[in-house]
């Protein structure tokens, strides 16, 4: 069945720094991946949708990354900020009439 | 949270009980979904819409029902609730699959004891 994972650890850095999330896929081809913010007791946030022609796609501090060979996305944010806090969900979306399949989320943490 | 609104926002319940939670949008969006997020697991895909009175299943549809009778509101049904649907449950909108952005409500949080 179509598998969509991220680290379920949490990820700890400190203020300024790249935090980098990862996104792998298995038994799937995703015409498109997504990546939303949750933060807690809130319904997610959409950020940023990537094609599968696309190599990458910026929005502001935000980068993401789509490696169809290594069936991977890479979620980046510059310059982090401890408002940058919150759970990262990826998601992946297909053709015709098929609904969003997301990930568990990795929890981000950013010190100042 | 884009003109969708979820009710209750927090409900307890038995089990056994029959249970609605509605979702209402007032963005005219034609799809609408069901999704619940438990720990380890994530948002999990309950059931859909694609139209008025047209629904379709999720990976997690055993135990629910849905209908959609106006394209504003999505209900979901627990026929006779089990602990295992104990859960946040979360409804989301888009404008269409291709481009596929979902709008996610605040979420319910059911107990069912």
């Known amino acids: 069945s179509q598998k969509i994972e991220q680290n379920s650890e949490a990820l700890n850095i400190q203020e300024g720094k790249t935090a980098t999330l990862t996104c792998n896929y298995t038994?799937?081809?995703?015409?498109?991946l997504q990546w939303y913010r949750q933060d807690p007791g809130r319904g997610p946030v959409f950020l940023l949708l990537?094609?599968?022609?696309?190599k990458e796609k910026r929005k502001e501090r935000l980068k993401v990354t789509f490696d169809t060979t290594l069936k991977q996305s890479l979620f980046h944010i510059t310059a982090s900020q401890p408002a940058d806090s919150a759970t990262y969900l990826c998601?992946?979306?297909?053709?015709?009439?098929?609904?969003?399949?997301f990930g568990s989320g990795t929890r981000l943490q950013v010190q100042p | 949270d884009a003109g969708i609104t979820q009710s209750p926002r927090h409900k307890v319940t038995e089990t056994g009980t029959p249970v609605t939670l509605r979702c209402h949008q007032t963005?005219?969006?034609?799809?609408m979904y069901w999704y619940r997020q438990d720990p380890g697991h994530g948002l999990r895909l309950i059931h859909y819409s694609y139209g008025v009175k047209d629904t379709d299943k999720g990976e997690v549809s055993d135990g629910y029902s849905v209908s959609r009778s106006k394209t504003e509101d999505f209900l979901l049904t627990l026929e006779s609730a089990t602990s295992s649907q104990t859960s946040v449950y979360f409804c989301?909108?888009?404008?269409?699959?291709?481009?596929?952005?979902?709008?996610f409500g605040s979420g319910t949080q059911l107990s069912v004891l």
């Open positions: 038994n799937y081809s995703p015409a498109y």
């Open positions: 963005e005219n969006h034609r799809y």
């Open positions: 998601a992946a979306g297909g053709t015709g009439r098929r609904a969003l399949t």
């Open positions: 989301a909108i888009s404008e269409s699959q291709e481009k596929g952005k979902l709008f």
């Open positions: 990537i094609r599968e022609n696309e």
